[in-house]
Nanobody, 126 residues
Framework: QVQLVESGGGLVQAGGSLRLSCAAS????????MAWFRQAPGKGREFVAA????????YYEDSVKGRFIIAGDNAKNAVYLQMNSLKPEDTAVYYC???????????????????WGQGTQVTVSS
C-alpha cells in the first residue's frame, strides 16, 4: 500500500512563509506527476500547484502564482511547497497527491491522481 505523508503545516502570521513536505512510503511505485491541493473550511478541495517530472514542468493556480513554489524529487516520490507572502485566505488543509499516468492538461483534475495524503493544516492569521 502506498502512503503519502505531509508535514510542515502550522500557524503563521500574514506575510510569513511555510514549507510543506510530502513523502511517499510503503509499496514502491513510479509517479509521473505530483501536486498540492487545499480545502478551506466550508469549501471544496481546490488545486494549488503541480509538477510533472518530465521536463520538470510546473503549474499553479492563479491566486498563488508568484508566491508559492513547487519542487520535488522524482526518485523519492517527494514533493515540496514553499509558501511565501501568505494571506489569511490561504488558510486550509493542504493535501499532496501523486499520479502515475499524466493526461495532457489535466494537472488540476483530482481524477488524475491515484494517491492522496491525509492533509496538513495551514492557518494564516491576519
Amino acid at each position: 500500500q502506498v502512503q503519502l505523508v505531509e508535514s510542515g503545516g502550522g500557524l503563521v502570521q500574514a506575510g510569513g512563509s511555510l514549507r510543506l513536505s510530502c513523502a511517499a512510503s510503503g509499496r514502491t511505485f513510479s509517479s509521473s506527476h505530483m501536486a498540492w491541493f487545499r480545502q478551506a473550511p466550508g469549501k471544496g478541495r481546490e488545486f494549488v500547484a503541480a509538477i510533472r517530472w518530465s521536463g520538470q514542468r510546473t503549474y499553479y493556480e492563479d491566486s498563488v502564482k508568484g508566491r508559492f513554489i513547487i519542487a520535488g524529487d522524482n526518485a523519492k516520490n517527494a514533493v515540496y511547497l514553499q509558501m511565501n507572502s501568505l494571506k489569511p485566505e490561504d488558510t486550509a488543509v493542504y493535501y499532496c497527491a501523486a499520479g502515475q499516468y499524466y493526461s495532457l492538461g489535466q494537472y488540476a483534475a483530482e481524477t488524475t491522481y491515484n494517491y492522496w495524503g491525509q492533509g496538513t493544516q495551514v492557518t494564516v492569521s491576519s
